[in-house]
């Protein structure tokens, strides 16, 4: 049963914004931290960004001037804003949890993935 679900993916022009969520299951959300991958065509999948279970957020360095990691307890969802959007961030992004501060950053045999959402930044 998945309990990992993004939205908000789509196509946006270059230099727009987009938001994504990721809703989780009430234990998933609140035992884990959760994080974003993507992976761009013909890539690896990378980090993105994290937010801890504490509240700690870390961004990769092609993120952290552009997106924010959010999350909303009130409705067990993670949210990442993306703004100023280019071409280089047209990928599949992925929504993940784990309980390790150390494998939710590393993405070696995470615990949870959701099933990704694309998203797509024309020129």
């Known amino acids: 049963q998945a309990q990992l679900v993004e939205s908000g993916g789509g196509t946006v022009e270059a230099g727009g914004s987009l938001t994504l969520s990721c809703a989780a299951s009430?234990?998933?959300?609140?035992?884990?931290?959760l994080a974003w991958y993507r992976q761009a065509p013909g890539n690896q999948r990378e980090f993105v960004a994290v937010?801890?279970?504490?509240?700690?957020?870390k961004y990769a360095d092609f993120a952290g001037d552009r997106f924010t990691i959010s999350r909303d307890n009130t409705k067990n969802t993670m949210f990442l804003q993306m703004n100023k959007l280019t071409p280089d961030d047209t990928g599949v992004y992925y929504c993940?949890?784990?309980?390790?501060?150390?494998?939710?950053?590393?993405?070696?045999?995470?615990?949870?993935w959701g099933k990704g959402i694309l998203v797509t930044v024309s020129s």
């Open positions: 993940a949890a784990d309980r390790s501060w150390t494998t939710i950053q590393t993405g070696v045999n995470i615990d949870y």
């Open positions: 937010a801890g279970s504490s509240g700690t957020q």
């Open positions: 009430g234990s998933m959300y609140t035992r884990n931290h």
